[in-house]
């Protein structure tokens, strides 16, 4: 198992969840920067169970892989795929999401976004 972790190394990583955040256009949305910020809350909640924590990194691994089912660079749709991975994963999780880990999440939530 750790030989599998290594191989990912330097791919998924959180500088690069950073860095996609905020490479994401405007035009994609607040819900689906909310949906990321979500699951890296959670993911990043020490009372989270480890299972957890494992699908909610492969829902962001999803988001930052360069390679999509709908690529990132189709207009209006590019994203569809991101956001439909990253909700059924908030599904899953639902019991995770807490009034605490939702303003966690909204407090990271970058100023274009803002209500």
């Given at each position: ?17 950073w860095q996609k955040l905020s490479d994401l256009p405007r ?89």
């Amino acid at each position: 198992m750790e030989n599998d972790n290594k191989k990912f190394d330097g791919r998924y990583s959180e500088s690069r969840y950073w860095q996609k955040l905020s490479d994401l256009p405007r035009s994609v949305g607040r819900e689906l920067v909310m949906q990321a910020l979500l699951l890296y809350v959670v993911l990043t909640d020490e009372r989270t169970p480890l299972w957890a924590k494992g699908l909610a990194a492969g829902g962001l691994a999803y988001l930052i892989l360069p390679l999509d089912a709908v690529s990132d660079f189709l207009p209006i749709v590019g994203y569809s795929d991101d956001a439909a991975v990253l909700g059924v994963v908030l599904y899953e999780l639902h019991r995770f999401i807490t009034p605490a880990v939702r303003e966690r999440a909204e407090g990271m939530l970058p100023n274009i976004f803002r209500k």
